[in-house]
């Protein structure tokens, strides 16, 4: 008898429909979701901080591009925020590893302002900080914490005070036409900012390791 009752069209409809009301999800719950960016949290918001620090609305156009954060604004609706990563809509000056920013280069868009200290340490990926020729002034950030940081430039802009304790994996280091003081250590190396390696005004231009010659260390100014 029970087998002829499992045969019968009511409980076919009934196995056939409980499973869907068990694991479908409502329409409201699959549209809570607020993020579909593969990049990090932590990446995306200092990459916020980066950009304010820098006055990122007045940035050349072509260098802004896709960096967006209107989803970070008070009262935006719980839409995606966009990818810094991403491969069919690129941000200007990012290139990325995966997931993660691996370097910015922002040469001539008219960054003014600070670098971020705190934001740019939480951009674990990074080997390469380019922000050649803007407008930056303050001091310059400690930046330690990044393991695979390799290239540091800032030169021609208006960075001012001690140059400070610099991150022993950096290979290239460019200081020139700044206003800055004090020694550039590299593990065992440190050059010091003197009128042998400086460029125009007593700047230094480059710091490199040992390895490195210092007719070519001089070279950096184009002397």
């Known amino acids: ?37 593969s990049t990090p949290s932590s990446e995306f918001l200092a990459l916020h901080s980066f950009f304010n620090a820098t006055n990122g609305h007045q940035w050349d156009p072509r260098c802004s591009s896709n960096w967006n954060f209107t989803c970070l604004a008070p009262g935006a609706s719980s ?52 922000v050649e020729n803007n407008n930056l002034t303050s001091t310059l950030p400690l930046i330690t914490e990044l393991p695979n940081f390799y290239q540091f430039n800032v030169a021609r802009n208006k960075f001012t005070g001690t140059i400070p304790a610099l991150s022993t994996t950096l290979f290239f280091v460019f200081f020139k036409e700044n206003d800055l003081t004090g020694v550039c250590v590299f593990a065992s190396v440190s050059v010091s900012v003197s009128s042998s390696t400086a460029g125009p005004g007593g700047l230094l231009p480059a710091c490199l390791p040992a390895a490195v010659s210092a007719t070519f260390l001089q070279s950096c100014d184009g002397s």
């Open 79 to 130: 839409h995606a925020c966009p990818d810094p990563c991403s491969l069919t809509q690129p941000w200007g000056g990012l290139a990325c590893y995966g997931p993660n920013v691996s370097s910015i280069r922002l040469p001539s868009c008219l960054l003014r302002g600070s670098l971020p200290e705190a934001a740019l340490n939480k951009l674990q990926m990074v080997t390469v900080l380019d």
């Open 1 to 37: 008898m029970l087998m002829k009752n499992l045969r019968s069209p009511t409980w076919l409809l009934a196995l056939v429909l409980v499973p869907l009301l068990v694991t479908v999800p409502t329409f409201s719950a699959m549209s809570s979701a607020t993020s579909s960016s």
